[in-house]
């Protein structure tokens, strides 16, 4: 498993010491520096993946969506594999592969024809913008199929039996419609169903499954396909897609990587993207090592036991910890945790079968208690199978029924007393059953039994093991002995379903419709869903009632009937909603979004496209990239020099500092800075090079660092120029020959040669771009040559001179040197300066 070192930070930063380290290169090779990266470096940092990183506590125990079990699977299944519907951000019931769904009028000609009741018949209009990860189409073929496979073999493909239990068969309309046909599966008539417009089947490919035998889809295949490359090893049509290592990854156990579905169908069907390259499943040993990876910014999200949860809250508020939020709020999936009891006839001790020894465990349990300190407030006590954060279907007991069921140790005691468990001796620890008692009359144990029974916990849930040596204290009290053991998850669940146990302490999760979690109590899912054989009359014909009800109102009184029956025979003990305790960074992802508010927002979200995945924005893994200009470059003492800072960032992460630090001494040292102005202004009082940094910061804590040199000199350059000759005709020619000089540490920039046109004292010509230039004046007269030479960094000087052309010559030449010498300094460019004479 992963270990605290196994998940290393893939962004890169850059603090001053990096750029310390680049001033002193600048030093030695006086040359402008372009940045901290190579303008290669930079390309790669920016095109590296954004990564999605999710903690968990749980391994995915299978990659076949038709043998996993746990919620870690359920969310790596979610990612691979759409599903007919969602839900929403407020658990509402949505449309992704079917854009919409409805129940199928009885004037519609086929229903005419057939004579099937209104209810019996659904219709699903499916996308046409869908794509397996093959680049196959999705078509109302896939559908078929999947329900069919599903109905027809219904004791074999367990997964989705909640809602295949009652499929009859699968028709298809055109390459984009399908209506699927609900029946008895007892009389074999046609029934309405009320639960199908939400159908949380994950949709695999037929033409990649086709061929498969049931029981192969169900037990034997791994989840994956080896022989299909290039395509991904598994193939869905969900928002993420499997990389080729996916099996090796998953038997290593750290970590699994998905990339984004370029070709999602959301896009098209609902204009919904998802923002990030890649997402990621880290698997943990503990919740220590995964808060650790947390505080690091190793994952960005997770879910955390109460304990660890707590401590994170603490660090929060006290300010130790920055950059994390937390959310608590009741689950979406409705989970629930629960002391099971195995109800079949059958495993250590079966006179657990005895109702009243159920009630009275049930008395002698402190939810309350329970609550508070191992689930540390983050929940609250449970009472019935469909939780309060689903108020349209959940039923809250009576007064009167809670008080069969209340913690009340002396009442336990007494119940089991007064039906026949006693101790066998006066201070014997534990009861034992006698002839008088229910057990013994119904031949599930022998005289003489003691009421000890066995108890499974889940390993990944440390605080069910804290639950379980309560009970033992709080159950001893009544004569009751509990041994309890730790197991791994899969573990337990496969002992659970052997039906050879006692007690165990797990968990439910449902669908929002309630046909999921009461069907799963049902005895129509014995040896599939139902995980203790637990089987009530009264149950079962509100159950049924449940299904056919159209009318919500008459449904919700079934439902509520169902929900009041097994709490009352208590072959459940429930516990406690626990909370969703999630905590995740700030820094490196925006779009979490108020999930109180919002509940379908959590990562609980499994029913496929989780609205989640499509508001999340990257902030943290893409660096900015600094750059700013300098004018001028090189300057006297006097001058100001003007920095104008600007910085390219990711597309959804804004600058959130920008900072330009000054060499102010010469010596390698920062002595100034500036923040959040994006020009400054700063001279020297002191020739020399000297470097300028820009530093700036993006949301996400990362940084990049520009840096550039100037040059700072107080030596002008020197001017001279030769008129050969320097007087005579017109059309005589005249050459003129500049030259200049200037400060060793300077470099001459240009020369510039301008010429009173026409002897009216207005400079009208400049050339500065020839050493030797030919020209001749047409008129008579005297005319002034200027020459200006301007030094790099930027100190002038001027010389002139006059010329006479006689008015009885002939046209005079004049040959004119016009250059620009321009010295390099380790690659600077230079620019030209035209000033006009003083």
């Not at 919904?272 to 890649?278: E, T």
């Not at 960005?300 to 660890?308: G, R, S």
Request: hydrophobic share 40%; with cysteine.
């Amino acid at each position: 498993m992963l270990g605290i070192g196994g998940v290393g930070m893939r962004a890169r930063s850059l603090g001053i010491l990096s750029a310390f380290a680049a001033v002193a290169v600048a030093f030695v090779l006086s040359v402008p520096i372009s940045g901290m990266y190579s303008i290669e470096e930079k390309a790669e940092v920016l095109a590296a993946p954004t990564t999605l990183k999710i903690g968990f506590l749980q391994d995915i125990d299978s990659l076949n969506p038709y043998i996993g079990l746990n919620d870690a699977s359920y969310v790596f299944y979610s990612l691979v594999y759409d599903a007919l519907t969602c839900v929403d951000d407020k658990m509402n019931v949505t449309g992704n592969l079917a854009l919409s769904t409805w129940t199928v009028p009885t004037t519609d000609p086929k229903m005419v024809l057939s004579g099937e009741p209104y209810g019996s018949v659904w219709q699903y209009n499916l996308t046409h913008n869908a794509y397996w990860h093959d680049g196959e189409p999705f078509t109302a073929d896939d559908v078929v199929w999947n329900m069919e496979a599903n109905s027809e073999n219904y004791t074999t493909m367990w997964a989705y039996q909640p809602y295949t239990y009652f499929m009859n068969w699968t028709e298809k309309v055109d390459d984009y419609t399908v209506r699927v046909h609900f029946y008895d599966r007892d009389t074999g008539e046609s029934m309405p169903a009320a639960y199908p417009y939400s159908l949380s089947m994950h949709m695999l490919p037929e033409h990649l499954l086709g061929d498969y035998p049931a029981v192969n889809l169900s037990f034997t295949w791994p989840g994956y396909f080896d022989n299909i490359a290039p395509a991904p090893p598994i193939v869905g049509t969900g928002p993420f897609m499997v990389t080729q290592s996916i099996y090796d990854d998953w038997v290593v156990g750290n970590r699994i990587t998905l990339v984004k579905n370029p070709n999602y169908h959301w896009t098209a069907d609902y204009g919904r993207s998802v923002h990030f390259d890649q997402l990621q499943l880290l698997f943990f040993e503990d919740s220590t090592s995964m808060l650790i990876a947390l505080e690091r910014g190793e994952i960005d999200v997770a879910q955390f036991p109460p304990q660890a949860y707590r401590s994170l809250e603490s660090d929060v508020q006290t300010g130790d910890l920055a950059n994390i939020e937390l959310f608590t709020g009741p689950k979406m999936t409705q989970y629930w945790t629960e002391i099971t009891f195995c109800m079949n006839n059958a495993g250590p001790n079966p006179a657990r079968l005895d109702r009243t020894i159920r009630q009275a465990l049930s008395m002698a349990t402190d939810k309350t208690y329970i609550v508070n300190n191992f689930y540390l407030g983050l929940g609250e006590e449970a009472t019935t199978i469909i939780p309060p954060v689903n108020p349209q279907w959940h039923y809250e007991p009576s007064e009167s029924e809670k008080a069969q069921m209340e913690f009340n140790l002396s009442a336990a005691a007494q119940l089991l007393e007064d039906n026949g468990y006693r101790y066998a001796n006066p201070g014997d620890p534990v009861r034992v059953a006698t002839a008088n008692s229910s057990a013994v009359k119904l031949g599930l144990v022998t005289v003489g039994t003691p009421l000890e029974f066995e108890m499974l916990v889940r390993h990944e849930y440390p605080e069910e093991k804290d639950i379980a040596t309560f009970l033992q204290d709080q159950w001893a009290q009544i004569g009751v002995s509990v041994v309890y053991q730790v197991v791994t998850e899969a573990e337990l669940s496969a002992r659970v379903y052997t039906y050879r146990y006692d007690t165990a302490i797990w968990y439910w999760s449902s669908d929002v419709d309630p046909n999921y979690m009461l069907f799963c109590k049902s005895e129509a899912s014995w040896y599939g869903w139902n995980d203790n054989l637990w089987n009530n009359a009264s149950y079962e014909e509100n159950y049924s009632d449940s299904v056919r009800a159209m009318d919500a109102y008459e449904r919700k009184g079934y439902v509520d009937n169902c929900q009041r029956i097994e709490f009352l025979d208590a072959d459940y003990i429930l516990l406690a909603y626990p909370d969703q305790t999630y905590a995740w960074r700030n820094d490196t992802f925006s779009g979490w979004g108020d999930w109180a508010a919002n509940p379908g927002r959590s990562i609980d979200n499994y029913y496929t496209a989780n609205p989640l995945w499509f508001d999340l924005v990257s902030l943290a893994n893409k660096p900015p990239v600094a750059s700013f200009t300098v004018v001028p470059t090189i300057g006297p003492i006097s001058t100001n020099f003007v920095v104008n800072a600007s910085s390219s960032t990711d597309l959804e992460d804004p600058l959130s500092a920008l900072v330009v630090r000054w060499d102010w001494n010469h010596d390698g040292t920062w002595d100034t800075a500036w923040s959040a102005e994006k020009v400054v202004n700063h001279s020297y009082d002191s020739n020399g090079t000297f470097v300028i940094a820009l530093e700036v910061k993006d949301t996400g804590g990362l940084t990049d660092t520009e840096l550039k040199s100037v040059i700072v000199t107080n030596v002008a350059p020197t001017a001279s120029f030769t008129i050969s000759p320097t007087s005579g005709r017109p059309g005589t020619s005249l050459e003129f020959n500049a030259s200049g000089s200037s400060d060793p540490e300077d470099s001459l920039n240009e020369l510039q040669v301008r010429w009173d046109w026409d002897g009216d004292g207005a400079w009208d010509t400049v050339w500065s771009t020839q050493k030797v230039v030919s020209y001749k004046y047409d008129d008579a007269g005297t005319y002034d040559v200027r020459l200006q030479v301007m030094d790099s960094g930027g100190l002038t000087n001027t010389t002139h001179r006059s010329l006479v052309v006689e008015k009885s010559s002939t046209m005079m030449w004049i040959a004119i040197g016009v250059g620009v010498v321009a010295v390099a300094a380790g690659g600077f460019a230079f620019y030209f300066l035209k000033r006009r004479p003083s």
